[in-house]
């Protein structure tokens, strides 16, 4: 291969992966003092010049004048009878510049290792360049096209053409995506994988809320209204307890929009996902009364020291609270820092019957499961599902079929 055809080649490598002339040059120096150090089994002092717009390309070697004899180092060293033979003027200390032959010094061997040392360099450039640029970017959403689709993963590419990964663990439970299609996620990671860049994209990160949230509020996106918090189950529900810096404008009703045109864009985003938009305060007890809503609450008592809530309401509010699946109360425990245990007020205990009541048919282990979810009486657990209570309890389903006969047959009779 001529050294106009490698020089163009180098120019190629540097308009595809869009390096920088500074930078390229750099690495084509580099290139060459390595292949060069290898070839003489030790480093010496070389100056490579190369011109890419006119594929020119000189490469000199620098050695000392020493006294004949006393060559130690021949890539470094040259005698003082062969450097006079160069030039007549020579004297021991001094330099000698001698230009060396392309053509004789790289074989086909060293040209193709040339070639091969660029393209590695050229790639871990532009890796490190890629992984620089998508750190700073952590948090922000962006726009990717899928281009493969596997079984654990979706792989993405942006606008120029790198590719972006959104693992299945990152997805929304119903997302489903086809090739080509376009997909909005949250920068989530960038690590290194297999020596490549391995960007990390999230649909399920607190962080995609906050910034659908910033995109479709512009209240949110200029300051006025501040996220102070996002839960959520993806693709089930979540939670976002939001504070306004202007007492003219309503947080929660900026967020929603009239008749929810600004959130339906999000939950569409979402797949569904219900969202519950919470006015935030440091009042821990109104605001666990406000994360437990649609339920109405008649008082809460707070233990500080455990970070413990005992939430009381009336009996048919308790499933409100508690939620499909648990979700509800489980997402306002997450809001509020505050493990949260829910109680019936002593007014609606009428006609019912205390889960204590029970302890000659349910063994204690069992009752004291349900009564760690609030459920303190027995239509109090009649009200749930066993497949929530399930979920809430983690007791077996055969074991909460028993109990609800027991409890049951109690009212029957």
């Known amino acids: 291969m001529e050294v106009e055809n490698l020089i163009e080649s180098f120019s190629e490598f540097k308009e595809v992966k869009n390096i920088d ?18 070839k003489y089994d030790e480093e010496g002092n070389f100056d490579v010049i190369i011109n890419v717009d006119k594929g020119d390309l000189e490469i000199w070697r620098n050695r000392e004048v020493v006294e004949d004899g006393d060559v130690e180092i021949p890539i470094a060293q040259i005698s003082l009878s062969d450097a006079l033979k160069i030039e007549d003027d020579y004297e021991v200390g001094e330099e000698v510049s001698e230009q060396v032959s ?41 726009h990717g096209e899928v281009y493969q689709i596997w079984r654990n993963e979706i792989l993405l590419q942006d606008d120029e053409g790198n590719d972006l990964s959104l693992p299945k663990l990152e ?29 990390v994209l999230s ?23 501040t996220i102070k918090n996002v839960v959520r189950v993806p693709g089930e529900r979540a939670k976002v307890a939001v504070e306004s810096y202007d007492d003219r404008i309503d947080p929660v009703g900026a967020c929603v929009g009239m008749k929810g045109s600004r959130i339906h864009g999000i939950v569409r985003e979402l797949k569904n996902e219900n ?9 821990a ?20 020291e455990k970070m413990r809530a005992s939430v009381f309401m009336d009996a048919d509010q308790v499933s409100l609270a508690i939620g499909r699946g648990g979700h509800n109360i489980n997402l306002a425990g997450k809001l509020s820092g505050y493990d949260i245990d829910v109680y019936r007020d002593k007014d609606s205990f ?12 349910i063994e204690a282990w ?7 979810i609030g459920c303190d009486t027995a239509k109090s657990v009649l009200d749930i599902s066993a497949a929530d209570l399930v979920l809430r309890t983690d007791l077996e389903i055969e074991t909460v079929e028993d109990v609800l006969s027991i409890l049951s047959s109690e009212f029957e009779d």
Do not use: C, W
């Open 285 to 304: 007890q109104l605001l666990i009364s406000r994360a437990l809503s649609p339920a109405k609450i008649t008082s809460v008592t707070l233990d500080d």
């Open 366 to 372: 069992v009752i004291d499961a349900l009564k760690a």
């Open 350 to 361: 009428e006609d019912d019957v205390a889960i204590d009541e029970f302890t000659d048919e």
């Open 21 to 38: 002339r500074e930078t390229m040059m750099n690495i084509l120096e580099d290139v060459f003092k390595a292949v060069l150090a290898k």
């Open 102 to 142: 392309f053509e004789s010094e790289f074989g086909r061997r060293q040209v193709l290792s040339i070639r091969q040392h660029l393209m590695a360099r050229i790639a871990d450039q532009h890796r490190d360049e890629l992984m620089k640029r998508y750190e700073e970017r952590i948090g922000e959403i962006i």
């Open 203 to 225: 649909r399920i990160a607190p962080a995609f809320i906050e910034r659908l949230f910033e995109q479709e509020v512009p209240e949110v996106f200029d300051g006025i209204i």
């Open 171 to 199: 997805q929304i439970p119903k997302d489903y995506f086809k090739k080509g299609e376009s997909v909005r996620a949250v920068i989530k990671e960038v690590t290194l994988k297999n020596n490549k860049a391995n960007i």
């Open 275 to 283: 969202i519950d938009v919470v006015n935030y305060t440091e009042n």
